[in-house]
């Protein structure tokens, strides 16, 4: 049995897909069920980190655990999701952990307190006993949902860091990697930094968008200082934000394009035009003509 926390997300629902599609015996962890919606077969269970009792009753029977945290860097001394993953899963036996971290999330720049909690929470994973397989994505396509409403709208859409490059990742590449992690062998201990195949900025990003909905899109570049107000108002820590700065505007961080997808999977990493073909729904006119 393999246990999918966070399974309402973008890479845990895909990840159900491709699980329950292949026959594997799969369920689905979400602190909501009655709003999941999954594949035929699934099992879905109510649990929550933050809760250990749910947890002790969500790995009853699992031997792997995909791993996720929605818990924010800085909302804690330390990452305490990842505690209470390793500590229930050695008890309940699982056999292998495939957890999902960041880009840069082996880095141990003391310095840096993003750096330091991703590190912290990969260090807990590692030295639960269990076997191990790290996941690092960099910026996700799916970002660009939050400009849905805006487009749908009057399509003027306001990015902050709009000419700041990445390599943004289909989440569908990273459910991928996390399949073949989980059901393969071979991946056990092994750390795999992930990465789309091209070099965009959100700028870049919104005249594909207009492209493939055949509409003219209005870019409204946000300030530093206006981007780093919307995350203290979003309740970000202070030093949160201060180093989230610094890695956009200074550093090249994400800027990298990493094979790892065709190497683990066998297919190449989908495009940003792919993956705004497959979700152009999401930023369709109601009664319009997109």
């Known amino acids: 049995m393999i246990l999918v926390a966070g399974a309402t997300g973008n890479v845990g629902g895909a990840l159900l897909k491709q699980l329950a599609g292949h026959g594997e015996r799969v369920r689905a962890m979400t602190r909501r069920p009655g709003a999941a919606v999954v594949p035929d077969g699934v099992e879905i269970v109510r649990a929550d980190f ?112 709009a000419f700041r490059p990445s390599t943004p990742i289909d989440p569908r590449d990273i459910a991928s990697v996390a399949f073949h992690a989980l059901t393969q062998p071979g991946h056990a201990g092994k750390s795999y930094e992930l990465s789309g195949p091209e070099l965009l900025t959100p700028a870049e990003e919104l005249e594909i968008l207009g492209k493939v909905l055949n509409r003219p899109l209005e870019l409204i570049p946000l300030s530093s200082a206006a981007a780093s107000e919307g995350m203290l108002r979003m309740g970000m820590p202070a030093e949160i934000v201060e180093a989230a700065l610094r890695r956009t505007e200074i550093s090249d961080h994400g800027t990298r394009i990493w094979p790892t997808v065709e190497e683990v999977t066998g297919h190449a990493q989908r495009s940003f035009a792919d993956w705004a073909q497959a979700h152009l729904d999401a930023f369709r006119r109601m009664g319009g003509p997109d």
Not at 67 to 72: D, T
Not at 74 to 82: D, I, Q, V
Not at 107 to 113: A, L, Q, R
């Open 50 to 161: 933050d809760d250990r009792a749910s947890i002790e009753a969500a790995l009853v029977g699992v031997d792997r655990l995909f791993f996720m945290s929605a818990q924010p860097p800085g909302s804690a001394p330390a990452p305490t999701h990842e505690q209470m993953a390793a500590t229930c899963a050695r008890a309940a036996g699982v056999r292998h952990i495939v957890k999902l971290s960041v880009l840069g999330g082996g880095g141990d720049d003391v310095h840096d307190p993003i750096t330091r909690w991703h590190h912290q929470a990969e260090e807990t994973i590692r030295a639960s006993g269990i076997d191990w397989t790290l996941l690092r994505p960099g910026r996700f396509m799916s970002n660009a949902l939050q400009w849905a409403p805006m487009i749908r709208g009057y399509g003027k859409v306001r990015i902050p860091f």
